[in-house]
DNA sequence: ACCTGAACACCGTTCAAGT
DNA sequence: ACCTGAACACCGTTCAAGT
């Protein structure tokens, strides 16, 4: 899918030559995030792992925050519907969000796009959100609740998908929480001190779904 | 608190002259950020803005991932923690949730970093939790369901401060929702069409409130 | 000790030139 | 039509030099 590396030249390519595509761009920078990060994501860096020169690939994409929403919405286009109508609302619930957190599981270093993007993003985006409001519509809720009941759900999975993310280049590398926790005056944090002695993980994106499931139903 | 703009001059500045410090960066920075947005903060810009040469502030800050996670600390000192111990524990959990909320929307271009980085963050990002852990011991939970509490909480507000967020750089403009919605193949989003039809908004933020205080009760 | 300026190794993107 | 390469206007950061 790519040009010779070898002689690489100006002009239109001979017909039967291999191509540049959008297609071929969007999966080699895919391929190129999820090994080395976004900011490893460079117009150069990309056409040098195409063999093409970095201008070439604004033939197919207009520039580069285009590049990255098309990374979103490839990934979204990946996601894995659960089963519509399997089981109770609730398991239907949770077997939504567990597919929806994959996705960005999937992807560790494109979650910052996912997540910011998923409201203004693709076609897929909605796609995706059918069998959730299939499932809240046969818990017998209203649609205003349904509504409620769907933007809640996104929100948790976002901003859990978020924390469980790689820190992104910005983000100091700081000590667990448990560490700062315990260097910390106990005066000022007696209750956190108390409870994180006695648990100190939590149960996590099981736990936060049974609490929203309850809260919906 | 800067130099001269006039006569910039090399040297260490004489005494009495004012001096750039730490305090003076992180307040420019943010006043920086808080006006044009993360992508305007550049160590150029912000040099100019202080009225000297940009590899001045290496002496007060060891490189620019340092100088967000440092605005990210002030932001969240800067929460205005509600009374510890008002009214029923339900309204203590609402109260703390909107505290943290207003902290993300004071400085809407910071919301990534904040979101990012509070749990790697400082000890005002701790502090802050303890009026939510305590009101949430005085529910009555044990402690692992208070720190599942909390975090379904904490990642709710995440989401939420995200998606309310201005859109970063590199996100598209998308077309709201609803158009988008509309522009679809009714057959392939049956459900969504019908409950959107019905309410376009959704009750936002508080609805989610309601939803998780009730699903921890 | 603290600030400066040139320099290095990068960026995204425009534009004229190739075939 | 599609790809190229030089060029422009930026970046963050190192390093030696100033006082």
Redesign the interface.
Known sequence: VTNSAARRRPGRPRPGSSTLSREAILTAALALVDKDGIEALTMRKLAARLHVDPMSIYHHVPN???L??GLVRVVFAEMALPDPAAGAWQERVRAWARAYRDVAFAHPHLV??I???????S?AA??I??PL??AL?DAGLD??A????A??L???????A??A?P?????????P?DE??AA?DPD?????R???A??P????FE??L???????G
Chains 1, 2 share one sequence.
Do not use: N
């Open positions: 580069k925050a285009a990255i929403s910052l796009q997540v910011t993007d998923a409201a203004a993003a076609e909605i796609l959100s059918e409001y299939a519509v649609p205003a349904v509504v409620d009941a933007g809640t996104v929100e948790f999975v976002h901003g859990y978020l924390g993310a820190s992104p280049p910005t983000a100091p590398t700081g000590d929480m700062r926790l910390m000022q944090v007696p209750t956190m108390r409870v994180h006695a648990v993980a939590g149960g996590g736990a936060g049974d609490i929203i499931v309850r809260g919906i």
